[in-house]
């Protein structure tokens, strides 16, 4: 369902509802970034290891379930919550309008939060990422399964709840059945109305928009608005690099530019964030309440948030469009640092 906004919640809340705001835009987590960062070397994972969860219980004493990686027993982290975000876009309509929609996830990070030191470890994901989706038939019931984009389990559904819960499935599938405990999407054209509420973003175009775009110069410094701004984040068919690579690595450029500009606003109208997410709210969806997503702004505000963690992987040319085949070690040492910790015997 679409987020209700809860007017006796908002008030008083601006400093909050401010790191909320950059949280829908995942800006907060876009800093310190650089070309090579959050990759995890992957280290030797052994399924076939002697030993078992059994005898592991009885060296460890630990009751959670276990698993065997690198030498030495690992339990899945109990102390950690996760919220997953998705920027959507619109795309043709489908025949079988009755059970999908038209809106794909382009945008993807998932933010894990460790509730008790604070600390925020972001995973952005690739949209051509291949992985099991669930099928959903007419009445929201799963039909089957295929594998494909991970963009495309969004398109199953209403556009809202259902669809939302399919895609964070489809990560969870992505990543070895982790929990995904939240979900908040935002339409791109929410996303215009966030860069036009500060005044527009600032950048320097990174790539030759010329056959799209003439006010799009490579190299320049411009300032996004509107629809110019949809354009610079959504592009990349008719660009010289057309992979989603590239263009998440432009999102990430905007992203750090808008957060910039959320916090001087914020900074100097306390009712900024307020307004803001009112005018946002319709094209808000969440399973969680106002209240609560105030609570993980409020968490986040005092976070230290470490760098975005990427999955190396290659992008091929499919069939009919670009397909991400993630490296399998990578993805495992992702999820083992991330999710798990080591069993002290």
């Keep these: 369902m679409k987020l209700r906004v809860n007017m006796r919640v908002l008030k008083g809340m601006a400093i909050g509802l401010s790191v909320l705001m950059l949280l829908m835009a995942a800006a907060l987590l876009l800093r310190n970034l650089d070309e090579n960062q959050g990759q995890d070397t992957a280290p030797d994972v052994s399924s076939n290891a002697e030993g078992s969860s059994s005898s592991a219980l009885e060296e460890t004493g630990d009751t959670r379930e276990l698993t065997y990686y690198n030498g030495g027993w690992y339990a899945r982290r109990n102390d950690l919550e996760t919220v997953l975000l998705m920027g959507l876009d619109k795309y043709a309509e489908t025949e079988e309008s009755n ?9 993807l990070m998932l933010l894990v939060i460790n509730k008790e030191t604070g600390a925020c470890t972001p995973i952005q994901l690739n949209r051509d990422t291949m992985t099991k989706i669930q099928i959903l038939g007419v009445r929201g019931d799963v039909a089957g399964t295929f594998t494909g984009q991970l963009a495309l389990a969004h ?11 399919n895609t964070a499935e489809a990560v969870s599938n992505l990543l070895y059945g982790v929990g995904i405990d939240h979900y908040i999407s935002i339409t791109m ?5 966030l860069n036009d509420l500060v005044g527009g973003v600032e950048v320097e ?3 030759d928009f010329s056959s799209i775009d003439s006010t799009l110069v490579q190299g320049e410094t411009v300032t996004l608005m509107g629809n110019h701004a949809l354009t610079y984040v959504r592009t990349r068919g008719g660009l010289e690099d057309s992979s989603n690579l590239h263009r998440m690595e432009r999102q990430r450029q905007y992203l750090i530019a808008l957060q910039k ?5 914020a900074d100097s109208d306390a ?12 094209y808000l969806t969440s399973d969680c309440t106002a ?10 505000s005092k976070s230290d948030v470490s760098e975005i963690r990427t999955i190396d992987g290659e992008a091929k040319v499919g069939q009919e469009y ?8 990578a993805l495992q040492a992702l999820v083992m640092n991330v999710f798990y910790e080591k069993v002290k015997k």
Aim: hydrophobic share 35%.
């Design 189 to 193: 054209d929410g996303v215009a109305i």
């Design 205 to 207: 175009v990174m790539d």
């Design 322 to 329: 670009m397909e991400f085949y993630p490296d399998e070690d």
């Design 291 to 300: 209240e609560k997503l105030s609570k993980i702004a409020d968490l986040l």
């Design 261 to 265: 500009k959320l916090t001087e606003k």
């Design 271 to 282: 009712w900024f964030a307020t307004n803001a997410i009112l005018q946002v709210s319709d």
């Design 99 to 107: 059970y999908l929609n038209n809106e794909q996830s382009d945008f």
């Design 155 to 165: 398109t199953y559904g209403s556009g809202e709840r259902d669809s939302c819960l």
